[in-house]
Protein backbone atom coordinates (compact mmCIF):
# COMPACT_ATOMS: atom_id res chain seq x y z
CA UNK A 1 0.00 0.00 0.00
CA UNK A 2 1.07 3.61 -0.24
CA UNK A 3 1.67 4.96 3.35
CA UNK A 4 2.49 8.48 4.19
CA UNK A 5 4.07 7.98 7.84
CA UNK A 6 4.47 11.88 9.40
CA UNK A 7 6.99 11.78 12.82
CA UNK A 8 9.64 9.80 12.91
CA UNK A 9 11.13 10.14 16.74
CA UNK A 10 12.16 7.33 19.11
CA UNK A 11 8.94 5.43 18.12
CA UNK A 12 7.82 6.59 15.01
CA UNK A 13 11.22 5.84 12.84
CA UNK A 14 11.37 2.39 14.05
CA UNK A 15 7.37 1.45 13.08
CA UNK A 16 8.24 3.37 9.45
CA UNK A 17 11.02 1.09 8.80
CA UNK A 18 8.75 -2.39 9.35
CA UNK A 19 6.43 -0.81 6.95
CA UNK A 20 9.05 -0.48 4.52
CA UNK A 21 10.52 -4.21 4.88
CA UNK A 22 7.11 -5.25 4.83
CA UNK A 23 7.07 -3.85 1.29
CA UNK A 24 4.59 -1.06 1.45
CA UNK A 25 5.68 2.10 -0.55
CA UNK A 26 6.37 4.61 2.12
CA UNK A 27 6.71 8.93 2.01
CA UNK A 28 7.87 10.03 5.39
CA UNK A 29 8.08 13.63 7.05
CA UNK A 30 9.65 14.85 10.25
CA UNK A 31 11.34 18.23 11.01
CA UNK A 32 14.43 16.31 11.51
CA UNK A 33 16.17 16.15 8.35
CA UNK A 34 18.46 13.17 9.72
CA UNK A 35 15.58 10.87 10.45
CA UNK A 36 14.41 11.38 6.91
CA UNK A 37 17.28 10.37 5.99
CA UNK A 38 17.59 7.48 8.17
CA UNK A 39 14.67 5.98 6.51
CA UNK A 40 15.24 7.09 2.88
CA UNK A 41 18.55 4.86 3.25
CA UNK A 42 15.83 2.31 4.58
CA UNK A 43 13.86 2.53 0.88
CA UNK A 44 11.76 5.17 2.25
CA UNK A 45 10.58 8.37 -0.17
CA UNK A 46 11.20 11.48 1.57
CA UNK A 47 8.63 14.24 1.52
CA UNK A 48 8.96 18.62 1.85
CA UNK A 49 5.73 18.44 3.63
CA UNK A 50 2.62 16.70 5.57
CA UNK A 51 0.81 17.53 1.82
CA UNK A 52 3.58 16.07 0.10
CA UNK A 53 3.54 12.98 1.70
CA UNK A 54 0.57 12.55 1.85
CA UNK A 55 -0.38 13.08 -1.60
CA UNK A 56 -1.57 9.78 -3.07
CA UNK A 57 -1.41 8.19 0.00
CA UNK A 58 -3.98 5.13 1.11
CA UNK A 59 -3.24 5.57 4.53
CA UNK A 60 -1.77 8.30 6.39
CA UNK A 61 0.17 7.56 9.93
CA UNK A 62 1.20 10.15 12.48
CA UNK A 63 2.91 8.85 15.65
CA UNK A 64 3.42 12.99 17.24
CA UNK A 65 4.31 14.01 21.32
CA UNK A 66 0.99 15.13 22.16
CA UNK A 67 -2.44 16.69 21.66
CA UNK A 68 -1.62 19.97 20.39
CA UNK A 69 0.86 18.64 17.45
CA UNK A 70 -2.01 16.11 16.42
CA UNK A 71 -4.61 18.84 16.18
CA UNK A 72 -2.29 21.58 14.56
CA UNK A 73 -1.40 18.69 12.36
CA UNK A 74 -4.74 17.43 11.15
CA UNK A 75 -7.39 20.79 11.61
CA UNK A 76 -4.36 23.62 11.14
CA UNK A 77 -3.42 26.38 13.51
CA UNK A 78 -2.58 30.09 13.75
CA UNK A 79 -4.72 30.58 10.56
CA UNK A 80 -3.41 28.20 8.54
CA UNK A 81 -5.85 24.92 7.15
CA UNK A 82 -4.60 21.14 8.83
CA UNK A 83 -4.44 18.48 6.46
CA UNK A 84 -7.87 17.72 6.58
CA UNK A 85 -8.80 20.48 4.31
CA UNK A 86 -5.86 19.50 2.18
CA UNK A 87 -6.23 15.91 1.39
CA UNK A 88 -7.73 15.29 -2.14
CA UNK A 89 -10.15 11.73 -3.41
CA UNK A 90 -7.98 9.71 -5.71
CA UNK A 91 -8.70 8.60 -9.32
CA UNK A 92 -11.08 6.03 -7.51
CA UNK A 93 -12.84 8.63 -5.48
CA UNK A 94 -11.74 7.24 -2.60
CA UNK A 95 -9.90 8.77 0.42
CA UNK A 96 -7.07 7.39 2.58
CA UNK A 97 -7.31 6.00 5.92
CA UNK A 98 -5.78 8.08 8.98
CA UNK A 99 -4.05 6.30 11.98
CA UNK A 100 -2.71 8.59 14.61
CA UNK A 101 -0.34 6.48 16.81
CA UNK A 102 -0.16 9.51 19.36
CA UNK A 103 -0.71 9.65 22.87
CA UNK A 104 -3.31 12.12 23.54
CA UNK A 105 -6.40 13.01 25.99
CA UNK A 106 -9.68 11.45 24.37
CA UNK A 107 -11.61 14.56 23.88
CA UNK A 108 -8.47 15.86 21.31
CA UNK A 109 -8.98 12.52 19.51
CA UNK A 110 -12.91 12.74 19.44
CA UNK A 111 -12.77 16.46 18.40
CA UNK A 112 -10.16 15.40 15.42
CA UNK A 113 -12.29 12.04 14.68
CA UNK A 114 -15.18 14.12 14.50
CA UNK A 115 -13.76 16.74 12.00
CA UNK A 116 -12.38 13.76 10.09
CA UNK A 117 -15.72 12.73 9.91
CA UNK A 118 -17.15 16.16 8.19
CA UNK A 119 -14.48 15.91 5.97
CA UNK A 120 -15.69 12.40 4.43
CA UNK A 121 -12.46 10.67 6.21
CA UNK A 122 -11.64 7.94 8.36
CA UNK A 123 -9.59 8.94 11.72
CA UNK A 124 -8.57 6.23 14.19
CA UNK A 125 -7.00 6.80 17.46
CA UNK A 126 -4.28 4.02 17.80
CA UNK A 127 -1.89 4.58 20.58
CA UNK A 128 0.76 2.07 21.30
CA UNK A 129 2.45 0.21 23.80
CA UNK A 130 5.62 -2.04 23.47
CA UNK A 131 8.76 0.96 24.16
CA UNK A 132 10.99 1.66 21.58
CA UNK A 133 12.02 -1.85 21.73
CA UNK A 134 8.75 -3.44 20.64
CA UNK A 135 8.36 -0.72 18.05
CA UNK A 136 12.04 -2.28 16.53
CA UNK A 137 10.90 -5.86 16.63
CA UNK A 138 7.18 -5.32 15.10
CA UNK A 139 6.11 -6.36 18.41
CA UNK A 140 4.08 -3.52 19.14
CA UNK A 141 0.31 -3.67 20.95
CA UNK A 142 -1.72 -1.24 18.90
CA UNK A 143 -5.10 0.04 21.50
CA UNK A 144 -7.97 0.90 18.52
CA UNK A 145 -10.72 4.08 19.07
CA UNK A 146 -12.71 4.42 16.13
CA UNK A 147 -15.31 2.21 14.02
CA UNK A 148 -15.07 -1.50 13.53
CA UNK A 149 -14.97 -1.03 9.78
CA UNK A 150 -11.73 1.63 10.45
CA UNK A 151 -10.55 -0.77 12.67
CA UNK A 152 -10.67 -3.90 10.01
CA UNK A 153 -9.42 -1.47 7.40
CA UNK A 154 -6.54 -0.98 9.20
CA UNK A 155 -5.64 -4.04 10.94
CA UNK A 156 -3.56 -4.84 7.70
CA UNK A 157 -1.13 -2.14 8.54
CA UNK A 158 -0.97 -2.12 12.20
CA UNK A 159 0.15 -6.02 11.87
CA UNK A 160 3.60 -5.15 9.87
CA UNK A 161 4.02 -3.17 12.89
CA UNK A 162 2.72 -4.96 16.08
CA UNK A 163 1.44 -8.46 16.98
CA UNK A 164 -1.55 -7.49 19.91
CA UNK A 165 -4.08 -5.19 18.31
CA UNK A 166 -7.05 -4.36 20.54
CA UNK A 167 -10.25 -2.46 19.32
CA UNK A 168 -11.18 -0.76 22.63
CA UNK A 169 -14.34 0.83 21.24
CA UNK A 170 -15.61 4.31 19.45
CA UNK A 171 -13.52 7.36 19.33
CA UNK A 172 -11.50 8.29 22.09
CA UNK A 173 -11.55 4.54 23.44
CA UNK A 174 -8.23 4.04 22.48
CA UNK A 175 -6.61 6.80 24.52
CA UNK A 176 -8.71 6.07 27.03
CA UNK A 177 -7.04 2.39 27.70
CA UNK A 178 -3.73 3.56 26.83
CA UNK A 179 -3.73 6.03 29.64
CA UNK A 180 -5.05 3.87 32.27
CA UNK A 181 -1.77 1.26 30.86
CA UNK A 182 0.67 4.23 30.84
CA UNK A 183 -0.38 4.89 34.33
CA UNK A 184 -0.25 1.73 36.04
CA UNK A 185 3.29 1.68 33.85
CA UNK A 186 4.52 4.81 35.82
CA UNK A 187 3.29 3.56 39.40
CA UNK A 188 5.27 0.48 38.36
CA UNK A 189 8.40 1.54 37.29
CA UNK A 190 8.98 4.27 40.41
CA UNK A 191 7.77 0.97 42.73
CA UNK A 192 10.30 -0.65 41.04
CA UNK A 193 12.87 1.37 41.34
CA UNK A 194 12.25 2.07 44.76
CA UNK A 195 12.36 -1.15 45.79
CA UNK A 196 15.76 -1.83 44.20
CA UNK A 197 16.99 1.51 45.84
CA UNK A 198 15.92 0.24 48.92
CA UNK A 199 17.42 -3.22 48.92
CA UNK A 200 20.62 -1.73 47.60
CA UNK A 201 20.75 0.69 50.05
CA UNK A 202 20.86 -2.53 52.73
CA UNK A 203 23.73 -4.08 51.07
CA UNK A 204 21.71 -6.27 48.21
CA UNK A 205 23.09 -6.74 44.84
CA UNK A 206 20.72 -5.38 42.17
CA UNK A 207 20.73 -8.01 39.77
CA UNK A 208 20.49 -10.51 42.63
CA UNK A 209 17.45 -8.62 44.42
CA UNK A 210 15.59 -8.37 40.97
CA UNK A 211 15.84 -12.14 39.75
CA UNK A 212 14.19 -12.65 43.16
CA UNK A 213 11.56 -10.06 42.77
CA UNK A 214 10.66 -11.62 39.30
CA UNK A 215 10.34 -14.72 40.24
CA UNK A 216 7.99 -14.03 43.17
CA UNK A 217 5.06 -11.90 43.88
CA UNK A 218 6.37 -8.43 42.69
CA UNK A 219 7.29 -9.68 39.54
CA UNK A 220 6.27 -7.13 36.83
CA UNK A 221 7.44 -5.68 33.25
CA UNK A 222 9.82 -3.21 34.28
CA UNK A 223 11.75 -5.78 36.57
CA UNK A 224 10.90 -8.61 33.83
CA UNK A 225 12.32 -6.56 30.18
CA UNK A 226 13.09 -3.01 31.32
CA UNK A 227 14.88 -2.98 34.89
CA UNK A 228 15.80 0.39 35.96
CA UNK A 229 18.90 0.18 37.50
CA UNK A 230 21.84 0.08 35.80
CA UNK A 231 24.00 -2.69 34.65
CA UNK A 232 21.34 -5.32 35.54
CA UNK A 233 19.76 -5.72 32.30
CA UNK A 234 21.99 -6.00 29.33
CA UNK A 235 20.06 -4.03 26.11
CA UNK A 236 17.68 -1.39 28.67
CA UNK A 237 17.68 2.12 28.74
CA UNK A 238 19.22 1.94 32.53
CA UNK A 239 22.32 0.33 30.82
CA UNK A 240 22.35 3.00 28.46
CA UNK A 241 22.90 6.00 30.41
CA UNK A 242 19.29 6.20 30.51
CA UNK A 243 19.29 7.56 26.69
CA UNK A 244 16.58 7.01 23.59
CA UNK A 245 13.20 4.75 24.92
CA UNK A 246 10.66 6.52 26.27
CA UNK A 247 11.01 9.95 27.55
CA UNK A 248 10.51 10.85 31.12
CA UNK A 249 8.89 14.19 30.11
CA UNK A 250 6.37 11.83 28.11
CA UNK A 251 5.50 9.84 30.92
CA UNK A 252 5.20 12.79 32.89
CA UNK A 253 2.48 14.26 30.40
CA UNK A 254 1.15 10.76 30.15
CA UNK A 255 0.52 10.83 33.75
CA UNK A 256 -1.07 14.32 33.34
CA UNK A 257 -3.64 13.04 31.25
CA UNK A 258 -4.15 10.41 33.90
CA UNK A 259 -5.02 13.34 36.16
CA UNK A 260 -7.25 15.01 33.68
CA UNK A 261 -9.37 11.95 32.79
CA UNK A 262 -9.72 11.37 36.84
CA UNK A 263 -10.46 14.87 37.55
CA UNK A 264 -13.39 14.63 34.81
CA UNK A 265 -14.81 11.11 35.63
CA UNK A 266 -14.38 11.92 39.23
CA UNK A 267 -12.10 9.04 39.99
CA UNK A 268 -10.31 8.27 42.70
CA UNK A 269 -6.30 7.88 41.75
CA UNK A 270 -4.03 7.97 44.60
CA UNK A 271 -1.36 6.34 43.56
CA UNK A 272 -1.33 7.84 40.14
CA UNK A 273 -1.43 10.94 41.25
CA UNK A 274 1.91 10.13 43.84
CA UNK A 275 3.78 8.48 40.28
CA UNK A 276 2.63 12.05 38.47
CA UNK A 277 3.99 14.04 41.10
CA UNK A 278 7.17 11.48 41.04
CA UNK A 279 8.04 11.73 37.30
CA UNK A 280 7.19 16.05 36.92
CA UNK A 281 9.43 16.06 40.00
CA UNK A 282 12.24 14.05 38.20
CA UNK A 283 11.56 16.06 34.95
CA UNK A 284 11.89 19.68 36.42
CA UNK A 285 15.34 18.17 37.93
CA UNK A 286 16.77 18.13 34.45
CA UNK A 287 15.75 14.61 33.61
CA UNK A 288 12.90 15.21 30.68
CA UNK A 289 14.99 14.14 28.00
CA UNK A 290 16.28 10.84 29.75
CA UNK A 291 14.37 7.36 29.70
CA UNK A 292 11.46 7.35 31.42
CA UNK A 293 13.55 4.32 33.86
CA UNK A 294 15.81 7.09 35.09
CA UNK A 295 13.12 7.55 37.77
CA UNK A 296 15.72 5.61 39.36
CA UNK A 297 18.02 8.15 40.09
CA UNK A 298 15.24 10.03 42.30
CA UNK A 299 15.92 7.36 44.74
CA UNK A 300 19.67 6.94 44.67
CA UNK A 301 20.28 10.84 45.31
CA UNK A 302 23.02 11.33 47.80
CA UNK A 303 24.79 7.69 47.31
Keep these: MNIAFIGLGNMGAPMASN ?62 PGLLEALETDADNTKPLIIDASTISPEDA ?18 VSGGVGGAKAGALTFIVGGSAEGFEQARPVLEAMGKNIFHAGESGAGQVAKICNNMLLGILMSGTAEALALGVKNGMDPAVLSEIMKQSSGGNWALNV ?13 SRDYQGGFLTDLMAKDLGLAWELALGS ?10 RNLFALHSAQGSGSLDFSSIQKLYREGE
Excluded: C
Excluded at 110 to 127: F, I, K, Q, S, Y
Design 110 to 127: REVAAAAREHGLTWLDAP
Design 226 to 238: YNPWPGVMEGSAA
Design 266 to 275: KSTVPMGSQA
Design 19 to 80: LVKAGHSVTVFDLVESAMQALESEGARRAESTEAATKGAEVIISMLPAGVHVKGLYLGRDGA
